[in-house]
């Protein structure tokens, strides 16, 4: 089976939409992952510059949202940007929705929020994909910008702990570089709840400008 590969539009900078999806389908590629102010840019948009170019939706990008945060006005104001995000991704032809911990400072040692309420979240916003037939996926991130969930071992926990068939894994290789001792071990931890894989060097750049070796994992 020949699986799709993508580009996500953020690496582009300011660069506009359509601009990005002209640069990925010059390149050959079959879809894009897709970061937009859902505020600012339709859903339509969004699909007729997709379609123009003949790429498919991977996935959405979310803002950065504190599904953790110990205070309910909080989390509840990330929780409805979440469902809002589910109801444009319905619209695109059911992309899975990325999620992911707050992302912040992590000198900030007084941090408001605890496992607990990120598991909670989860759970209520799993339950609103579900009736749109939309996939979760919740992507660890490093160390450096969140506390919770940094490693395949602590997605798969969650994921446990949700217990919801539609909440899957997104794996990315900047962060699992920092966090994994080894990447094929964590890739075979999450079985068949992977759903995407995220490809990047450890510096950033462009594949293969350092020594990380992607075909190992892949």
């Not at 909670?120 to 992507?139: M, T």
């Not at 997605?155 to 217990?163: G, W």
């Not at 966090?179 to 709840?193: F, G, H, Q, S, V």
Request: one cysteine or more.
């Amino acid at each position: 089976m020949k699986r799709k590969i993508g580009v996500t539009n953020w690496i582009f900078g300011d660069v506009d939409l359509i601009e990005s999806a002209k640069i990925i389908a010059s390149m050959g590629f079959d879809g894009m992952e897709v970061y937009v102010d859902i505020e600012k840019v339709s859903s339509t948009e969004v699909k007729k510059v997709l379609n123009d170019h003949n790429l498919d939706v991977f996935s959405l990008t979310p803002a950065n949202f504190d599904l953790a945060n110990n205070y309910l006005n909080c989390r509840q104001i990330a929780i409805d940007y979440y469902k809002k995000l589910i109801d444009y991704g319905a619209e695109l032809g059911h992309p899975v929705i990325t999620c992911h911990e707050y992302i912040q400072n992590q000198s900030i040692k007084d941090y408001l929020g605890a496992i607990y309420w990120l598991i909670d979240s989860c759970k209520k916003l799993a339950i609103y994909a579900q009736k749109a037939n939309i996939n979760l996926g919740f992507e660890p991130l490093n160390r450096y910008l969140c506390r919770f969930i940094l490693t395949s071992v602590d997605v798969v926990e969650l994921i446990n702990q949700v217990d919801a068939h539609n909440l899957t894994i997104i794996l990315d290789t900047f962060h699992m570089n920092l966090e994994e001792n080894d990447l094929n071990k964590a890739i075979i931890m999450c079985k068949d709840k992977l759903s995407i894989y995220q490809i990047a060097d450890s510096n950033r750049k462009r594949n293969w400008v350092r020594s990380y070796r992607f075909y190992y994992p892949i």
